[in-house]
């Protein structure tokens, strides 16, 4: 079936750091999605991106579409203590989704 | 809107018990979800459902029942519980191939 490669599997960082994380695909996704599970709780979605070159913001996050269409990235910029958690990507070749294995991020005050 | 909402919230079974987990959604959707995730891993399709009538195996189904007579509820049956399927088992929905929107999760140990 198909897999999305996720990278980098777990971050330490100081809290005012930038954060960068990827995933990457054998194959051509039509959507990518990006969500984050906190700690006991479900993911919640925190991007979604529909067009290749797409650049999306929602806050201090930013995410884009590769313009390959196999690739997308997000970017969390001066990290805070609350972006602790899983952060996961999504894609969509069709339905239903395939998930990235995520990227645990941690916060060092 | 209570948006997706699973029960039990947590459940121990023994070896060869059966169980259902409850998942309802109050949001219209047309597609619903079911996955797992193990510890440290990511989420693993069991089934899915795209409407009413319909349901579909993913990645993991074995082991696992489904069933979708109404368009709010879709239920994952356990009829043998092996240690395997200890897990923390998510229900999400979707209409159509908009974002899925996830419950909280049922945790599941089976000893």
């Not at chain 1, 970017?75 to 990227?103: E, H, R």
Request: aromatic fraction near 10%.
């Amino acid at each position: 079936g198909q897999q999305l490669n996720q990278s980098p599997q777990s971050m330490f960082i100081q809290e005012g750091e930038d954060v960068s994380m990827n995933c990457t695909s054998s194959s051509i996704f039509n959507t990518w999605l990006w969500y984050k599970q906190d700690p006991g709780e479900g993911p919640v979605l925190l991007i979604a991106l529909y067009k290749a070159g797409e650049l999306t913001s929602n806050g201090r996050l930013t995410a884009q579409f590769g313009i390959t269409r196999k690739d997308s990235f997000l970017n969390i910029s001066a990290s805070i203590p609350s972006d602790v958690g899983i952060y996961f990507c999504a894609g969509q070749p069709t339905t239903p989704l395939v998930f990235g294995k995520g990227t645990r991020l941690s916060v060092i005050a | 809107n209570a948006g997706v909402t699973q029960t039990p919230k947590f459940r121990i079974l023994k070896i060869g018990q059966s169980m259902t987990l409850q998942c309802t959604q109050d949001m219209n959707h047309n597609y619903m979800y079911w996955y797992r995730q193990d510890p440290g891993m990511g989420l693993k399709l069991i089934y899915y459902s795209v409407g009413a009538g319909i349901t579909d195996k993913g990645e993991v189904p074995n082991g696992y029942n489904v069933s979708r007579s109404t368009t709010e509820d879709f239920p994952l049956r356990l009829e043998l519980a092996a240690p395997s399927q200890t897990s923390v088992y998510f229900c999400a929905s979707s209409y159509g191939d908009q974002p899925q929107h996830f419950g909280d999760g049922t945790r599941l140990s089976i000893l």
